[in-house]
């Protein structure tokens, strides 16, 4: 009888000082977060309904005028059209590719933690490194690429492509670091979904007859689905919303024909110092992320992991 | 007999094609470092003549690019403010990141689990939309080309990841140990102190690589406040300040890539298992 009292009144005093003591614990780290990412936000939103510039201290409210000015320059729609371009076929590659290499790696063979590493140096190396090392193997004179073509046959002796001064071959260029970059992060997401899948379903499939393909496609396949979307759906927040390997490989170029929405909102808010215009650029970036937010959090809730 | 013979092929085909797979995408993947390696060492007269096989070494190797690196240009300055960003980073990202996630994880209500899920989804807020109001805030404080101004600003993605990841690590450890330590006397915060705090070492030193890293990455914000290159960072510093200019030191900007790009790949390659589980929300693990 004491014994139960005792307890119960140190649970509740536990309990209260628990809320209190969360609330002081949480604070600080929130309260970070909304200052260094809601304040900005807001102010960038506040921005691009105004005529901030650089070189001005003063503001004042232009209402939608920076909006319908980035709807009129025909650069925005290029810059658009170019992400998503480069988002979609790249994403798509990243999709196959990862896939295959996944289930290549999921085999325990000698040396697989040296593989491991090396495919993920792309994702691991920061971006900026990484591109710039493409830099050179697209360099006008002295590219790898054309050299091997060239001694293997691919390229004629007059063949010589520019890859980052043709509008096309740039675009290309962009797709391919793109790739690089990111097919080490869909495949380590998949591969660790591959690998949750029980392994007496595949060994039952087996004895059932199913071969290989058949197991893949009517079993594997549709299991991983999910974590496919996922890795999927950061690929595409990360080259959606990228400007550092435009930035360095071409610098929107040749003719815009890599430009951006994010590197055209820094070279108008930043070279440019148009801030409310690079800020009115800038948030056509927002409604892609929403919709990748939500349909994240619809996958997380369908396979109920949270 | 036949049938032996058929599955022996099919099987030999599968690992021919799984290595055949294997290497072609090491080599896609790895190939840009290892042409780093090359180019490192070889001399300009070597690199710049078109009539040699470039995959060779047909000057003797040499270190002058890294001689070059490290005595006539600031590279060894942006190393020491990189570590210098990513230790302040760090230190700040743990103050915030560790208690938030630990009352997280031992919240049980449903607000609690909307607020956990709404922390991470700050990290996905892109600096490409952060930058331009940032730029003013930053002029406003006075940081501009100050370095401090990367340290107020980093954290503003390595909290949200640092307490996603810390509040999965906490939830993993049963609330029963607490309970014991605070029958046995400690107080509510004492039992996290002396109990919590020793058994999460390996998460605290999972966001402290995490950090440390996309700090090293992190280049847009980098790019924005700062403009003198003596207040760079690695990222930001070996492709905006080595490239200008008519000539390209193509051997030492891949040294300083290289330098720069391998340790981190070989520390993140031990956590990467831990990395996945929290940006999947925890479907894997």
């Not at chain 1, 921005?47 to 909006?67: E, K, P």
């Not at chain 1, 590719?97 to 697989?112: I, K, P, S, Y």
Request: aromatic share 14%; proline share 5%; net charge positive.
């Amino acid at each position: 009888m004491n014994v139960t009292w005792v307890r119960r009144e140190r649970w509740t005093t536990l309990a209260d000082s628990e809320s209190w003591l969360s609330r002081i614990m949480l604070a600080p780290a929130i309260l970070y977060i909304v200052l260094l990412v809601g304040f900005p936000f807001l102010l960038s939103i506040y921005y691009s309904l105004s005529d901030a510039t650089v070189a001005s201290r003063t503001l004042n409210f232009v209402g939608l005028t920076n909006f319908e000015r980035v709807v009129e320059s025909s650069t925005f729609w290029l810059a658009l059209r170019n992400t998503l371009i480069i988002t979609i076929i790249s994403q798509t590659i990243i999709i196959v590719l990862a896939n295959v290499l996944a289930l290549a790696l999921m085999a325990d063979f000698r040396g697989r933690w040296l593989v491991r590493l090396l495919i993920l140096l792309p994702w691991v190396a920061p971006i900026s490194l990484g591109s710039i090392g493409w830099l050179w193997i697209f360099d006008s004179i002295y590219s790898i690429i054309n050299w091997s073509g060239r001694a293997v046959g691919i390229l004629r002796p007059d063949q010589w492509p520019i890859w980052l001064g043709e509008p096309t071959l740039a675009k290309a260029s962009i797709i391919i670091v793109n790739v690089w970059r990111l097919l080490p992060l869909a495949t380590v997401i998949i591969l660790a979904g591959l690998s949750s899948i029980p392994q007496d379903i595949l060994d039952a499939a087996a004895v059932d007859g199913a071969g290989f393909w058949r197991r893949h496609f009517q079993i594997t396949a549709p299991l991983v689905l999910p974590i496919t979307l996922v890795a999927v759906l950061f690929g595409i927040i990360f080259t959606f919303t990228d400007m550092i390997v435009v930035f360095v490989l071409t610098r929107g170029g040749p003719y815009d024909s890599t430009q951006v929405i994010a590197s055209w909102a820094y070279f108008t808010g930043i070279q440019g110092g148009d801030l409310a215009g690079g800020a009115a650029v800038s948030l056509f970036l927002f409604p892609v992320l929403v919709a990748m937010a939500i349909l994240l959090l619809v996958i997380a809730r369908r396979t109920e992991v949270t | 007999m036949m049938r032996a013979a058929t599955a022996r092929v099919k099987r030999a085909a599968a690992v021919g094609g799984r290595i055949g797979i294997l290497v072609f995408f090491t080599t896609f993947l790895a190939f840009p470092f290892y042409w780093m390696v090359i180019t490192t060492f070889k001399t300009t007269q070597d690199l710049h003549n078109t009539a040699n096989n470039p995959y060779l070494f047909n000057d003797p190797p040499t270190l002058e690019h890294l001689r070059v690196l490290f005595e006539e240009t600031q590279y060894p300055q942006w190393l020491l403010n990189t570590a210098f960003a990513g230790i302040m980073v760090v230190a700040i990202t743990l103050v915030l990141a560790v208690p938030a996630g630990y009352a997280l994880a031992r919240m049980t209500s449903r607000s609690a689990q909307t607020l956990g899920i709404a922390i991470f989804l700050t990290y996905l807020v892109p600096p490409t939309i952060l930058f331009i109001p940032f730029s003013r805030i930053i002029a406003n404080l006075g940081l501009q080309d100050s370095l401090w101004s990367l340290v107020l600003v980093y954290p503003s993605f390595t909290v949200p990841f640092g307490t996603w990841l810390l509040m999965g690590f906490y939830k993993a450890i049963p609330r029963d140990l607490e309970d014991a330590a605070m029958v046995d006397g400690l107080s509510r915060f004492g039992a996290f102190l002396k109990v919590v705090m020793p058994i999460s070492l390996p998460g605290i030193l999972t966001v402290i690589i995490f950090a440390f890293t996309l700090v090293t990455q992190e280049f847009v914000y980098g790019l924005t406040f700062i403009t003198s290159s003596s207040s760079y960072t690695v990222s930001v510093g070996v492709p905006t300040f080595l490239v200008r200019g008519d000539v390209y030191f193509w051997g030492s900007m891949m040294a300083a890539c290289l330098i720069v790009s391998i340790p981190i790949a070989i520390i993140y390659n031990l956590f990467v298992d831990r990395f996945v589980a929290g940006i999947t929300l925890g479907a894997v693990k």
